[in-house]
């Protein structure tokens, strides 16, 4: 059973960080690229930052300087440094994790940037 458990999340005021964390099971987790998504009220889910199996990034416009994805396969598990938040990051962030013919996601992990 493919299981993503993403934790991290919370109440951080605005400039401030929070560190996501996605640990994954039932996948080999080095043949997997990852990602993070999010998902404010009313929006569609959107990409923040992806990186692939061999360990090359791509961010969103929105967060590039501010967030940094990085995975360690040791540990099966992808993050996402969050600095500089603002209070158009809050949202419900997602882990996916992907390759050819599979896709799967996490429950999600709520974030919230106010004062």
């Known amino acids: 059973q493919v299981q993503l458990v993403e934790s991290g999340g919370g109440l951080a005021q605005p400039g401030g960080s929070l560190r996501l964390s996605c640990a994954a099971s039932?996948?080999?987790?080095?043949?997997?690229?990852m990602g993070w998504y999010r998902q404010a009220p009313g929006s569609q889910r959107e990409l923040v930052a992806n990186?692939?199996?061999?360990?090359?990034?791509n961010y969103a416009n929105s967060v590039p300087g501010r967030f940094t994805i990085s995975r360690d396969n040791a540990k099966n598990t992808v993050y996402l440094q969050m600095n500089s938040l603002k209070v158009e990051d809050t949202a419900v962030y997602y882990c996916?994790?992907?390759?050819?013919?599979?896709?799967?996601w996490g429950q999600g992990t709520q974030v919230t940037v106010s004062s």
């Open positions: 039932g996948i080999t987790f080095d043949t997997y690229a």
């Open positions: 990186i692939t199996q061999t360990g090359r990034t």
């Open positions: 996916k994790a992907y390759r050819l013919f599979r896709t799967y």
